[in-house]
Structures are given as C-alpha cells and as structure tokens.
C-alpha cells in the first residue's frame, strides 16, 4: 500500500485542521490506520489509530477530546480532524498503515508510512 498525507498547514492557536491520508495498491478496508507525529528535536509519537472497519479508535491522552480520526473506505481515505490546537501540537505529521484488526500505538506493527504532512500552530 502506498500512503499520501496532506492537509498541514500554519493555523493560529484555537484553530483547526483536517489531515486526510489517501491509500492506493490495497484494499483500503484491509488496513488499520495510525497518525504520528514527531516535533522538532524530538521522538516520534503516536497520535490516533483506527481499526479496519473504523469501529474502533484509540488516542493519545493530550490529544483526547480534540482530535479525531476516522476514514471512508469507499473513498479509500483516512482523516484526522484537530481541533483546539495548540503550539505544542506542531509537528510533521504521518500516517501509517498495518494489515491488523485492532488499533495500536506501537509504530512497529505498522509496515507502511506516507509522507509527513507540517502543522505550524502559532501562539
């Protein structure tokens, strides 16, 4: 599967943005999603995960009531919805898939990553 992240962008704080990531070479509905992030200097972290169907979804605790991620598989595409953003959410964002059922944090059993997409949140 190949994975294409956008929607990035500089957004002031308070602000929102929708990440999509588009999925092409497997079937969409076979795949789970991830969203990661990782700022300057820093590790990077899991945000939001998805399951295959998208019944089930997982958060990272600070994102929790402002992020939320979802996906059509008709349209063979993932998004991520931030809402009430903040500086400290700045950061290249990626999503990634894995052939699984459930949702994870680990990056390791994701075996596909797209591109990173740049949110700038300003104070």
């Known amino acids: 599967v190949q994975l294409q992240a956008c929607g990035g962008g500089l957004v002031q704080a308070g602000g929102s943005l929708r990440l999509s990531c588009a999925a092409s070479?497997?079937?969409?509905?076979?795949?789970?999603i991830g969203w990661f992030r990782q700022a300057p200097g820093k590790e990077r972290e899991f945000v939001a995960s998805i399951s295959r169907s998208g019944g089930t979804t997982m958060y990272e605790d600070s994102v929790k009531g402002r992020f939320t991620i979802s996906r059509d598989n008709e349209k063979n595409t993932a998004y991520l919805q931030m809402n009430s953003l903040k500086p400290e959410d700045t950061a290249v964002y990626y999503c990634?898939?894995?052939?699984?059922?459930?949702?994870?944090?680990?990056?390791?059993?994701?075996?596909?990553w797209g591109q990173g997409t740049l949110v700038t949140v300003s104070s």
């Open positions: 070479g497997r079937t969409f509905s076979s795949i789970a």
């Open positions: 990634a898939a894995g052939a699984f059922s459930f949702v994870t944090i680990k990056m390791d059993e994701y075996d596909k």
